[in-house]
């Protein structure tokens, strides 16, 4: 299992040279801090002021609910819409959002508003690090030609997993594309009805913890290569916890996701297992 620890610490540590590395992680630190950031500023206003028309209508007129909609209705209050849709493109880089936003009570509208502060963020600290990488790069010898050949891109999409008349489980996905290490999934798994977030003991009850881990280990004992997965002594899987994260899929059933290099090596990627109920 050594290999498997050497591999995850290679992941963890991204093999770039170590002024841009501080650089990077400076900026990170600065987007966190400054999320108006240059693109921000440039386009935040306009899209702000249609997220603020889209739910003025919203509360008005179903019938302009059911038109903006871009999944089926959940029931017969709520919808997923998808709020900012657009790609915005410069010499530097490209962003694509695609952000979606719930609609239906006030609980919905403080998840979207949650929703759309970390969709902020996460373009704002993308951008920061692409902007600190082109510094790091020219400082290190690059050159405006061999610049113009980098895609740098920020992404943001999200994915529908399952709903019901009055519940959503649903993930937001952001990625910049110089670092595969500042990919991030943020699952939400919500019962509008109710207003709350659903967890896996809603889900699996008073054992779920239990059950979650039975589950796992049994999966991994059944892979058709179960080496693929690092043993506990080499830093792989232990338990379940409240962290844990998961969606529900369309069978109604929970699926815990881990990070790739976490449980398994690299080439397994992002890493699910289904909790049958």
């Not at 693109?39 to 899209?47: F, K, M, P, S």
């Not at 997220?51 to 919203?58: D, Q, R, Y």
């Not at 010898?141 to 980098?150: L, N, S």
Request: charged share 25%.
């Amino acid at each position: 299992m050594k290999e498997f620890k050497e591999a995850r610490e290679n992941y963890e540590s991204i093999p770039i040279p170590e002024e841009l590395d501080q650089r990077v992680r400076a900026g990170i630190r600065q987007g966190r801090k400054n999320r108006r950031s240059r693109y921000v500023r440039r386009t935040l206003g306009t899209a702000a002021a249609c997220f603020v028309v889209v739910f003025g209508a919203l509360n008005l007129s179903p019938a302009v609910a059911a038109a903006a909609a871009d999944v089926p209705v959940l029931g017969s209050l709520f919808q997923v819409l998808t709020v900012r849709d657009f790609t915005d493109t410069d010499s530097d880089r490209t962003v694509e959002v695609e952000q979606p936003a719930v609609t239906g009570s006030d609980y919905a509208d403080a998840v979207s508003a949650r929703i759309q502060e970390k969709v902020d963020e996460k373009i704002a600290e993308g951008e920061q690090i692409i902007a600190d990488y082109k510094e790091a790069y020219f400082a290190t010898g690059g050159t405006e030609e061999d610049w113009a050949k980098h895609d740098n891109k920020v992404t943001v999409t999200y994915d529908i997993k399952s709903q019901t008349d009055t519940t959503v489980s649903f993930v937001v996905s952001s990625a910049v594309s110089i670092a595969s290490a500042y990919q991030e999934q943020t699952y939400y798994n919500l019962d509008l009805a109710a207003g709350r977030e659903l967890t896996l003991q809603d889900l699996l009850g008073a054992d779920w913890v239990k059950i979650c881990n039975a589950a796992i280990r049994a999966q991994m004992a059944a892979a058709e290569d179960p080496s693929v997965y690092f043993d506990e002594s080499a830093g792989g899987f232990a338990t379940v916890d409240k962290a844990t994260s998961f969606y529900i899929n369309e069978s109604g059933n929970p699926v815990v996701v881990f990070p790739p290099y976490t449980v398994a090596i690299g080439a397994m990627g992002t890493v699910e297992f289904e909790i049958a109920k």
